[in-house]
């Protein structure tokens, strides 16, 4: 690619390469839980453990396609840097999903008799009021990710950011439109809003 | 993008915005389905219901970035227009196989004992007669989902309308060697072929 | 597209297409599984058989578009033909990888008795070291696949090519930073190296 070209990818090109690295850190995980609980079996069950780590990967790779479709999207139909910025709060709620799955796991295998199983809810509740409260001392991104984490109980998560990035792809379609119909381009005002709503993001 | 790049796109990425949706949708699915029967467990197995809507998608999230390659591919290597038709019609066949394997889970709750298996595939024969017979009041696009669905048992559908996106890549690239060799750009015939065969995809 | 464009990408199309082709053999080989093993039901689980099958495609599914996305972000951002060529090897790999699992598959459904589980594994290990010696009559990648297969039991395989297409685009990335800082454009330097480098992924 030319340099001009490459300028008005580059930022969504290193927020992607990110997220190949945290694709890789994941699987790392998978892999290192696997063998450390099921030995020499190849099967997609078995500790508890294990089953959360794989279902928290699962719930990571199922979404990703999703992630990249619409962060490119909003990126080339729209403005580069908010997308990019969205894209990276994205990674971070997903390494704090991941990590919370982790959590709630070791939390899990300690207590793992059945009947420990609601002084165990009793105790994540307490977890997650920790981290209401822990709210000012981490930051939002924190508390963004428990939050997900906690409202979602492991299937989508980010809804909020994809849905920003959603929207930024409709309005660069609807924009190309309006030109083709009246002749008129909307496309500063259209940057300035995303580059306006993108730090909203960051509120819990 | 500038807006002679865009209009080669826009179409495209109309397909793979709605698209987006449909994940979401199937997402959402999935997730209440999840809260209902499962309570607050975050294991992949659980009711037999659970695990027909989990499966459901993860044989949609299976071929979806299979979906979005050729369908990019045969819109820039051929042509734009027949690639987002295929693209739309792809998106129909895997709304009514998500939806076909909710019916079908529905009915099988119902007779969740074993003895009644028999009957329920009895029941089940019924039902497609039924489809067959409305295929003309419904157009051919139920049709299609539910022979898909029927014929694959949940692992591959809308095999013809993947086989025609790779095609017409085929035949971009086959044209790039044939200007490469001969000098020769058969680029117009080909995308009057394309348009003229992406109708007979809507033939069940 | 038109013609210049075009003959940057066709080599990272014709690799994306090849690996169309294989996910279709791999949909292929689990829905035929599915039919054989599991008779009506729809469910993920069913006999070893089938859980193989089915873990061996869900690995590749799960890093399909990690994949996709290094391979053309190598291409795109540094060097297209070594990307080209390491993608090749990528799905050679892939292959090797799920006829291994198959394989495997079929020598444990002949032992399935848990009291001849540790047979099995000494049979296996015979199977690896016979796949060693037949290193130099079948080629590296035979080796490639297995050891592959074998170190990582599943769960990541191809990491080193994925790794290398990872480190071309990083290149790449920083090579657009230094244009950009201080005007000098290594370019040349970039793809003279990643040429050098890409035939040593064939040692195995």
Redesign the interface.
């Given at each position: 690619?030319d340099?001009e070209t490459?300028?008005?990818v580059?930022l969504l090109?290193?927020v992607?390469?990110i997220?190949?690295?945290q694709?890789?850190f994941f699987?790392?995980k998978?892999?290192h839980e696997?063998?450390t609980h099921n030995g020499?079996s190849?099967?997609?069950t078995g500790t508890l453990a294990f089953?959360?780590v794989?279902?928290a990967?699962?719930n990571c790779?199922?979404?990703?396609?999703?992630f990249?479709?619409?962060l490119w999207?909003a990126g080339?139909?729209c403005s580069q840097v908010p997308a990019a910025f969205a894209g990276l709060m994205y990674l971070v709620v997903r390494q704090k999903y991941f990590v919370g799955?982790l959590g709630?796991r070791t939390q899990r295998t300690v207590n793992r008799k059945p009947k420990t199983e609601e002084h165990s809810?009793l105790k994540r509740s307490r977890v997650l009021a920790a981290g209401s409260a822990s709210q000012t001392l981490l930051g939002p991104g924190v508390t963004e990710g428990a939050r997900q984490w906690r409202s979602?109980?492991?299937?989508?998560f980010g809804k909020r950011i994809?849905l920003f990035l959603?929207l930024m792809?409709?309005a660069?379609?609807l924009n190309?439109f309006l030109?083709l119909l009246f002749g008129s381009d909307f496309e500063n005002y259209m940057k300035t809003i995303a580059n306006t709503i993108s730090p909203l993001l960051l509120i819990p």
């Open positions: 690619m340099y490459l300028g008005n580059v090109a290193i992607t390469l997220s190949v690295v694709n890789g699987a790392h998978l892999e696997s063998k020499w190849f099967q997609r089953e959360r794989y279902t990967n699962q790779v199922d979404a990703y396609p999703t990249l479709v619409t999207s080339l139909l799955y709630e809810r979602t109980r492991g299937y989508i994809i959603f792809s409709l660069g379609i190309y030109i």
